[in-house]
């Protein structure tokens, strides 16, 4: 019996080189897009109050100075 | 001094004298080199954690199967370059849907086998040639279709499998280019086994069908 044909035809080129950064760098904006997506998308509510805090003035953070006593100026805890 | 220190270098003067930057190298466990790893085992860790370059080990293993599977449905090296990255984004993004029920490269054909299929069904500008194929088949003429088959020659079968549906030719290349199993077979086409053998057989019936009206000289 002769050689099996489609082995011969096989296709033997060897993909571009450069197409391996292409492939990694679309993983790499495709993870980008997934991880904004879990952080504002998945739920919107929760990723305002539990990401986003609101710093007070440059005294209140340091713990002391003039500021510092007053409770508006603490961060905003959730 | 420490009687026991020749050198005149107390064990806490040592103890200063080795960088600090040094110490937790020297007495943290190394990591097992992501290539020594089973394909399986860094589909796990990208399940638990997305990393572009734990992906790449898989693509630097796969992407010449993957590109050259392309190419024999496609014949078309840019088309081929396309689907393959196409094809291992689409695999990255699907990765927490694999169940670990079947190697990772059977798994990744099975993309590459449907992503391809997809594209020429989507290909208007891909002819395919109807067949009838409401006829029985007689005891025995299996391994005569498959000799037959595989008798074709070398320089014409491009142009039959060019002219197949490209199902058939899928299942084709899928028998016997990539010599895949019926139970990989299987779960690549997503069939049971009997109807594995019975696109199988079909596909080798029309091809040579196609082939006698290509070739009409040949006996």
Not at chain 2, 38 to 53: F, G, K, S, T, W
Not at chain 2, 127 to 149: I, K, M, W
Request: glycine share 6%.
């Amino acid at each position: 019996m002769s050689a099996n044909p489609f082995k011969i035809i096989r296709s033997t080129d060897l993909p571009p080189a450069h197409l391996r950064g292409e492939v990694l760098g679309s993983v790499k904006f495709v993870m980008m897009l997934m991880r904004m997506l879990q952080l504002f998308v998945a739920d919107p509510s929760a990723a305002l109050f539990e990401r986003v805090r609101i710093l007070g003035s440059r005294s209140s953070r340091a713990g002391k100075g003039p500021g510092s006593d007053d409770p508006t100026n603490e961060p905003t805890r959730t | 001094m420490l009687p026991s220190d020749p050198g005149g270098v107390t064990f806490s003067e040592r103890r200063v004298q080795t960088p600090n930057t040094l110490s937790p190298l020297l007495f943290r466990k190394k990591p097992a080199a992501v290539e020594q790893l089973r394909d399986e085992e860094i589909v796990v860790e990208l399940q638990h954690r997305m990393d572009a370059e734990r992906f790449g080990v898989l693509y630097d293993r796969y992407s010449t199967k993957v590109f050259q599977k392309c190419m024999a449905m496609t014949r078309n090296n840019e088309i081929a370059k396309d689907l393959t990255h196409d094809i291992f984004l689409k695999a990255f993004v699907n990765l927490s849907k694999f169940d670990h029920r079947s190697k990772f490269g059977t798994w990744l054909y099975s993309i590459t086998h449907n992503y391809c299929l997809d594209h020429l069904r989507k290909d208007q500008k891909h002819r395919t040639t109807e067949v009838e194929d409401d006829h029985g088949v007689e005891d025995g003429a299996e391994d005569r279709y498959e000799a037959e088959l595989l008798a074709i020659r070398t320089d014409r079968l491009p142009m039959v499998l060019e002219a197949m549906d490209p199902a058939d030719r899928g299942i084709l290349l899928m028998k016997y280019q990539d010599e895949l199993s019926v139970k990989d077979m299987m779960e690549v086409l997503g069939v049971g086994e009997s109807a594995v053998k019975m696109r199988t057989m079909r596909a080798r019936e029309r091809a040579l069908v196609l082939y006698h009206q290509l070739f009409p000289e040949e006996p």
